[in-house]
């Protein structure tokens, strides 16, 4: 299974924008499901995360209180909602499927990573 992540774009700080995450091949309803970024010279770092049953969400600090996530099992995807976006956001961001145990904040526990979604958040 491949993730595809889509929705990004140049937005102004302040702004809002919707990422969809979408598998190709199979339903990915019975996983896991984060999202990462990766800004300019960084590291990539957790974002948010929701398990199988949508019902427990995840999210790094930095995040928290702006940005939302959520499935929709029918559809067979995840949604980021990012609120009150600032320049620090600015990355790219990459959706994936949680497939080992482990910390829900660790990448290296996902796999069936996708080509990612550029957010740019001007000031």
């Known amino acids: 299974v491949q993730l595809q992540a889509s929705g990004g774009g140049l937005v102004q700080a302040g702004d809002s924008l919707r990422l969809s995450c979408v598998a190709s091949g199979r339903t990915f309803n019975s996983y896991t499901v984060g999202w990462f970024r990766r800004a300019p010279g960084k590291e990539r770092e957790f974002v948010a995360a929701?398990?199988?049953?949508?019902?427990?969400?995840y999210y790094a600090d930095s995040v928290t209180g702006r940005f939302t996530i959520s499935r929709d099992k029918a559809k067979n995807e995840v949604y980021l909602r990012m609120n009150s976006l600032k320049p620090e956001d600015t990355a790219v961001y990459y959706c994936?499927?949680?497939?080992?145990?482990?910390?829900?904040?660790?990448?290296?526990?996902?796999?069936?990573w996708g080509q990612g979604t550029q957010v740019t958040v001007s000031s």
């Open positions: 994936a499927l949680k497939l080992y145990d482990g910390s829900y904040y660790d990448p290296n526990n996902y796999s069936a």
């Open positions: 929701i398990d199988r049953t949508g019902g427990r969400t």
